[in-house]
């Protein structure tokens, strides 16, 4: 489904992969119903797109508040008059530490956004874009639900259950007038780490610096891989040349792509 011409809800819409998705969908055409949870955010991201216009609504939502996402749909129809696709950017990730050391708040905060945010937005906008012509869902995973990533393991483990969620809609749907698609980013340049409350600028500053120098894909590099997932309803599509080489060794050889990550990152769990 091409984007021109057609209104689409951006979960994530106020910052990184979000926001560039935004820019670039209204750049092309389409009509765009963002969705965040910080208002200053996405208001910035609207002063980037060019100031108010008829093409982009902000829509302010928690979408780990089943409540708040359940009276999203109607507030988007009723600006934009109907829904053409989905696409849930939205994610977090958690403080880097052992699975022992995470509070099970830690765990349960990263699962409600990353995994049960992403089913709340689909189940509750589905039975609107079934009465389209034609739809589109596009899921956001991560190479972390397909290679482990130490002191991520949690978030590594919501975003293979979005994986499999995923898959399994798409099935469900298949031959219907709704496509879904699912892309996974690998290591790409965006502040989720300050977003999402697990490390402050200074400690995200230090991470990177035990992390390496491993190249990373730009926000807006990986944001056009999304919405060419989205376009070319894609089964598996991938947001950087890592994401798709680490995706080829884990089928090979699985537990030697984990241990390469596992050197790659091993600095930022020494301490």
Request: charged share 20%.
């Amino acid at each position: 489904m091409k984007v021109q011409g057609k209104v689409i809800v951006v979960t994530g819409a106020g910052n990184g992969m979000g926001r560039e998705v935004t820019l670039q969908l209204l750049k092309a055409g389409a009509t765009v119903a963002g969705v965040d949870l910080n208002e200053e955010m996405l208001k910035e991201t609207e002063k980037l797109a060019g100031g108010p216009s008829k093409n982009l609504s902000l829509h302010v939502v928690n979408i780990a508040d089943l409540s708040a996402v359940e009276a999203l749909p109607k507030a988007v129809i009723a600006k934009h008059g109907h829904v053409d696709g989905l696409m849930n950017i939205a994610g977090i990730i958690h403080k880097f530490k052992k699975v022992n050391d995470l509070s099970y708040d830690e765990i349960h905060r990263v699962f409600n956004v990353n995994f049960f945010g992403t089913v709340q937005m689909v189940k509750e906008f589905l039975p609107h874009l079934m009465k389209r012509p034609e739809a589109q869902i596009l899921n956001v995973s991560s190479m972390g639900s397909y290679v482990p990533v130490p002191g991520q393991t949690m978030y590594g483990a919501s975003k293979a259950a979005l994986k499999l969620f995923t898959e399994g809609l798409r099935m469900e749907l298949f031959g219907s007038n709704v496509g879904v698609g699912l892309v996974f980013p690998g290591a790409v340049a965006t502040n989720i780490s300050t977003n999402s409350k697990a490390v402050t600028e200074k400690e995200a500053a230090a991470m990177a610096d035990k992390a390496g120098s491993f190249k990373m894909t730009s926000s807006p590099d990986a944001a056009a891989k999304i919405i060419e997932g989205f376009e070319k309803n894609s089964y598996h599509g991938f947001a950087g040349n890592d994401a798709q080489m680490m995706d080829r060794i884990s089928r090979i050889a699985p537990e030697q792509a984990a241990k390469i990550i596992q050197k790659q990152m091993a600095g930022l769990l020494a301490d």
